[in-house]
């Protein structure tokens, strides 16, 4: 079965220091892995994806992403934790050569950076 | 702003009544998607089309559910005789097929069966 882990459900960081969202997917095939985040009675909001190429992969808000295929893993990081970062994040995956379109999501981690 | 749109945002309706939800995609994106999220889970998918074929939907989707898009364009996402298990936040998304690319997500509409 296509799966997405996020295994913390969430993560503090103090303002200013680096912050790391783990993500572990299970797909067949190449997949195409992407991060979003969700602000409070919001929709979800792209900030990066992976299809192919340089395993890290820079996004919006100064977030990037380090893609490692032999340990099924995508985690997200920022060199720098702001307080506008805290929110709730998800990792998602499409299996890349499966021949469906369907987006599996992980169950989300809520991150808290503090003052 | 031409971003994906959802009616109603909110919705409250008494336990059997049923409910219908409305997505208009980003204009030129033909893939199409309903997901399901409960307070606390990431989303759950529930279908999608590409233009006005349904390709593929969950199992998770009793037969209560119904979702259509007849021209390619909108989308219409139905609950009958709803139950208080139904109560979520029905996220729908667009993208365009040609790409490898992300979802674009709507803001939502919640759900609330009492």
């Known amino acids: 079965a296509q799966s997405v882990a996020q295994p913390e459900d969430q993560v503090n960081v103090a303002e200013g220091n680096p912050l790391t969202v783990k993500c572990t997917y299970s797909v067949s095939g190449n997949p195409y892995l992407f991060w979003y985040v969700q602000y409070p009675n919001r929709g979800l909001q792209f900030l990066l994806k992976y299809i192919t190429g340089d395993n890290l992969v820079k996004g919006s808000y100064g977030f990037e992403a380090e893609f490692n295929k032999s340990q099924t893993s995508f985690h997200l990081k920022k060199p720098s934790a702001l307080v506008s970062d805290s929110a709730l994040y998800f990792c998602a995956v499409r299996p890349g050569t499966s021949g469906t379109y369907k987006y599996i999501f992980g169950t989300g981690t809520r991150l808290k950076v503090l003052a | 702003d031409t971003g994906v749109s959802q009616d109603p945002r909110h919705k409250i309706t008494k336990r059997g009544q049923n409910v219908t939800f409305r997505c208009d995609p980003i204009?030129?994106?033909?893939?199409l998607y309903w997901y399901r999220q409960t307070l606390g889970q990431g989303p759950e998918f529930l279908t999608y089309?590409?233009?006005?074929?349904?390709?593929?939907k969950s199992r998770l989707l009793s037969d209560r559910f119904s979702a259509e898009r007849p021209k390619g364009s909108f989308s219409t996402l139905e609950i009958q005789r709803t139950e208080q298990g139904d109560s979520a936040m029905y996220l729908c998304?667009?993208?365009?097929?040609?790409?490898?690319?992300?979802?674009?997500f709507g803001e939502g509409s919640r759900l609330t069966v009492l």
């Open positions: 998304a667009s993208s365009w097929a040609a790409n490898t690319g992300e979802l674009f």
């Open positions: 204009s030129e994106h033909n893939r």
């Open positions: 089309f590409q233009n006005e074929a349904q390709l593929e």
